[in-house]
T-cell receptor, first 112, second 111 residues
Framework: EAQVTQNPRYLITVTGKKLTVTCSQN?????MSWYRQDPGLGLRQIYY???????DKGDVPEGYKVSRKEKRNFPLILESPSPNQTSLYFC???????????FGPGTRLTVL | GIQVEQSPPDLILQEGANSTLRCNFS?????LQWFHQNPWGQLINLFY???GTKQNGRLSATTVATERYSLLYISSSQTTDSGVYFC?????????????FGKGITLSVRP
């Protein structure tokens, strides 16, 4: 089954404790991206990747890191999480930016 | 950057009613998609429609690229249509490329 998976789905952590949210797709897509969704603000792009080893900042990259060492995986890293990073996070992938985007199920992160 | 405005922000319908959701964007785009976010938070792609008209069951969408708007039509609405509808656009510049979302339209369909 074609899908985008994210782990964990839910996470409660404390300020400053490094964490990684994994994202994996099995559709051989080249384009992958991360979004955060906050009430009243809709979805905002954090980082995106056009292909392996090619990443770029989206609208709200501060406090986040990403890597793209393999085509299928695009982890989101929070080196020192803060409460303002409490949000619902989505990973997405597509053949390229001009094509249909497929979203993962979301990761609800709470930083205390 | 490109601006995306959706209207109305909230919509309440009685089951069986029809509705039209609108998305306006501020510049020409290469990519326009409609998404439905169900009450459990899952985002489902409804249409990829940078121009023209498409239909899928009770849903259809029309994008008039020259006038910078897109419409999503829901006919004979059902309670399962409830959720948030997002329009997202992309203007490919060759160097940087990203999808910009509107703030969404919250639809509630009552039985």
């Amino acid at each position: 089954e074609a899908q985008v998976t994210q782990n964990p789905r839910y996470l409660i952590t404390v300020t400053g404790k490094k964490l990684t949210v994994t994202c994996s797709q099995n559709m051989n897509h080249e384009y992958m991206s991360w979004y955060r969704q906050d009430p009243g603000l809709g979805l905002r792009q954090i980082y995106y990747s056009m292909n392996v080893e090619v990443t770029d900042k989206g609208d709200v990259p501060e406090g986040y890191k990403v890597s793209r060492k393999e085509k299928r995986n695009f982890p989101l890293i929070l080196e020192s999480p803060s409460p303002n990073q409490t949000s619902l996070y989505f990973c997405a992938s597509s053949t390229d930016i001009t094509d249909t985007q497929y979203f993962g199920p979301g990761t609800r992160l709470t930083v205390l | 950057g490109i601006q995306v405005e959706q209207s109305p922000p909230d919509l309440i319908l009685q089951e069986g009613a029809n509705s039209t959701l609108r998305c306006n964007f501020s510049d020409s785009v290469n990519n326009l998609q409609w998404f439905h976010q169900n009450p459990w938070g899952q985002l489902i792609n409804l249409f990829y429609i940078p121009s023209g008209t498409k239909q899928n069951g009770r849903l259809s969408a029309t994008t008039v690229a020259t006038e910078r708007y897109s419409l999503l039509y829901i006919s004979s609405s059902q309670t399962t249509d409830s959720g948030v509808y997002f329009c997202a656009v992309e203007r490919y510049t060759g160097a940087n490329s990203k999808l910009t979302f509107g703030k969404g339209i919250t639809l509630s369909v009552r039985p």
